[in-house]
């Protein structure tokens, strides 16, 4: 970078700085990645882990630092359709982020591990049911670190008529926390979720 831009706090103000640089950011990665299909099944399962390692210049009370750490992070993905009346999916993400400063001592270790499940069922007389679950987990959360969604619909089509009845956020969970971290900032969001919910719809088809 020419330059570095960073910040300056005097009490409970904080003010944008910048300085030019002749420092030298470093990263680098490490991918694998394997994924195998299975025709008689329908079947794909893939697999991938990252390593990245990262050493920058950061600008913080008029002096320039460094800055490093390393992130681990692991993917699986699950996709599946044994018989001609079922499928599934399923996907997970665990995601590992070490780091520090420059005569300091180490950053909180972030963790996150998310998960998504799928599974749709093709039913006799045009019926098809689908369920899905949601699981989230991070460890900069001061509560709620686990999280979990769930829906369930099921809909049936008659000619030119078609019927849902959806129900949506089966755990009742009222709030959705995301902690990120980034240098020397961590920022919670809270996202509020519509409570859990029964969802009747009719379509009718025109042309």
């Not at 490093?68 to 692991?74: K, Q």
């Not at 009719?202 to 042309?207: A, E, N």
């Amino acid at each position: 970078p020419d330059v570095l831009y960073g910040t300056t706090y005097d009490g409970m103000s904080e003010k944008i700085t910048s300085r030019s640089t002749d420092d030298v950011s470093n990263s680098y990665s490490v991918i694998l990645r394997s994924s195998k299909g299975f025709d008689w099944r329908k079947t794909k399962l893939t697999v991938e882990a990252k390593y990245t390692h990262f050493d920058s210049p950061l600008l913080q009370q008029e002096q320039i630092l460094r800055y490093s750490g390393n992130s681990y992070a692991t993917n699986l993905s699950l996709n599946s359709s044994p018989f001609n009346w079922v499928s599934v999916a399923y996907s997970s993400g665990l995601y590992i982020s070490k780091s520090k400063m420059q005569f300091g001592s180490s950053i909180p270790t972030i963790k996150t591990l998310s998960s998504n499940f799928t599974a749709g069922f093709y039913l006799p007389k045009g019926i098809n049911l689908r369920m899905k679950a949601v699981h989230y987990y991070n460890s900069l959360n001061s509560k709620d670190k686990s999280f979990f969604l769930g829906d369930i619909d099921i809909n049936y089509m008659i000619r030119r008529w078609y019927f849902s009845l959806a129900f949506d956020n089966i755990f009742n969970r009222k709030m959705y926390v995301n902690s990120t971290s980034s240098d020397l900032r961590e920022n919670m969001t809270f996202y509020p979720i519509r409570p859990r919910t029964f969802i009747f719809r009719v379509r009718y088809r025109i042309l």
